[in-house]
T-cell receptor, first 111, second 114 residues
């Protein structure tokens, strides 16, 4: 079946370092990918998206990389801050026009 | 501009009961999607409504149902509650239907089934 997975359930980084959160997707037909951030007690918040006709997209302090050859997606956060501590989800649109979310990676930022 | 509003935020029910959750989307958004979030399964798609019509449905039993009103507000209902239905139920709205529009999530309704 369709699935979206993450390599690491928890990522710990020091404040100021760069963070890289990885995601593997299984559906080669997916053409739209999104990263969401969920802070404790809140709903997921859109961070950045990318379409399959691109391999890189940059936002403010964040970059998403898409490697369609190996079906891999990553989120890079530059100069990680304590406010970046959250669970990060990748999602793909799959075959059935509904978003399929990964299980999430918890990012912990230490001073 | 007000965000997505979900009510109630917390509720406790017992097995066999039914529950109705409400979602008010962002003004102007016609699509409302519902997700179930649990520690073990992550975010699972329940269904999407657009202009009062169910457009897509996830792999949940028929005990899970929903509807959308003419003002785009949506409700979901779970009948004959089971312990495994304990979860955070998230509603998301967007301007367009399908998966290529940005989803705006509410803070969720946390359901505990005893």
């Amino acid at each position: 079946g369709e699935s979206v997975g993450l390599h690491l359930p928890t990522l710990s980084v020091q404040e100021g370092d760069n963070s890289i959160i990885n995601c593997a997707y299984s559906n080669s037909a997916s053409d739209y990918f999104i990263w969401y951030k969920q802070e404790s007690g809140k709903g997921p918040q859109f961070i950045i998206d990318i379409r399959s006709n691109m391999d890189k997209r940059q936002g403010q302090r964040v970059t998403v990389l898409l490697n369609k050859t190996v079906k891999h997606l990553s989120l890079q956060i530059a100069a990680t801050q304590p406010g970046d501590s959250a669970v990060y989800f990748c999602a793909e649109n799959g075959l059935s026009d509904k978003l399929i979310f990964g299980t999430g990676t918890r990012l912990q930022v230490f001073p | 501009k007000a965000g997505v509003t979900q009510t109630p935020r917390y509720l406790i029910k017992t097995r066999g009961q039914q529950v109705t959750l409400s979602c008010s989307p962002i003004s102007g958004h016609r699509s409302v999607s519902w997700y179930q979030q649990t520690p073990g399964q992550g975010l699972q798609f329940l269904f999407e409504y657009f202009s009062e019509t169910q457009r897509n449905k996830g792999n949940f039993p028929g005990r899970f149902s929903g509807r959308q009103f003419s003002n785009s507000r949506s409700e979901m209902n779970v009948s004959t509650l089971e312990l495994g239905d304990s979860a955070l139920y998230l509603c998301a709205s967007s301007r367009t239907s399908g998966t290529t529009g940005e989803l705006f999530f509410g803070e969720g309704s946390r359901l505990t089934v005893l």
